[in-house]
């Protein structure tokens, strides 16, 4: 099976920076995905990962290691429409390449 | 136009009833999922197809029963719900590329009573 870890809420304020930790235990690691949530709404794409390092994309990037089952989600100059849920998933190909969620991290952007 | 829609967007049923989601998507996409959310538990898949023919089961299929009815439309079935079953349930879709991402539709809330 899988096992996906990521804090349950966080708090920051306008204008920092966050970062989001993600740790998983998997075999046959195929990749990682971040998604957005929005209370009440679909989750939305944010970031890939499946090589070590870190993908930038705007305000938004996502790191990994493999080694260390680890990744991190970073958001810059934050905004008040950040707060959302961040949703950190995993591709194992030993489970037919399907995702496994984490429980998610709701992020809270206070002025 | 939303690329992935779901109805309907809110339901409330009794015990023992027979319920119908259904999904449709525009994409062109082969492959379709079905999650539930429940508070704290993350997206658990219930039942997933890469195509017409080709139908499985996800982590929590017990209590659900899908149909893929052609290649744009996957309907999932509640026999007879269960309180349990109370939850917002999403259906997503994905291409075959090489990070294909899920594309989810706005959800369905439905309550069991």
């Known amino acids: 099976g899988q096992n996906i870890d990521q804090p349950t809420e966080m708090t920051a304020t306008e204008g920092a920076i966050v970062q989001i930790n993600c740790t998983y235990q998997?075999?046959?690691?195929?990749?990682l995905f971040w998604y957005q949530q929005h209370a009440g709404e679909a989750p939305t794409f944010l970031s890939y990962?499946?090589?070590?390092g870190l993908e930038e994309k705007g305000r938004f990037s996502s790191f990994l290691s493999r080694s260390k089952g680890y990744s991190y989600l970073l958001l810059k100059e934050l905004q008040m429409k950040d707060s959302a849920s961040y949703l950190c998933a995993v591709r194992a190909n030993n489970a037919g390449n399907m995702l496994t969620f984490g429980g998610g991290t709701r992020l809270m952007v206070k002025p | 136009d939303a690329d992935v829609t779901q109805t309907p967007r809110n339901r409330i049923t009794k015990t023992g009833k027979r319920i119908m989601l259904e999904c449709s998507q525009t994409k062109g996409h082969d492959r379709m999922y079905w999650y539930r959310q429940d508070p704290g538990l993350g997206l658990r898949l219930i039942y997933y197809?890469?195509?017409?023919?080709?139908?499985n089961k996800g982590e929590i299929s017990d209590g659900y029963s899908v149909s893929r009815q052609a290649q744009a439309k996957f309907s999932l079935s509640l026999e007879s719900a269960i309180p349990n079953q109370t939850a917002l349930y999403f259906c997503?879709?994905?291409?075959?590329?090489?990070?294909?991402?899920?594309?989810f539709g706005p959800g369905t809330r439905l309550t069991v009573t």
């Open positions: 998997t075999s046959g690691f195929n990749g």
């Open positions: 997503a879709t994905s291409g075959t590329g090489a990070s294909y991402e899920q594309y």
């Open positions: 990962n499946v090589l070590d």
């Open positions: 197809s890469f195509d017409v023919k080709d139908i």
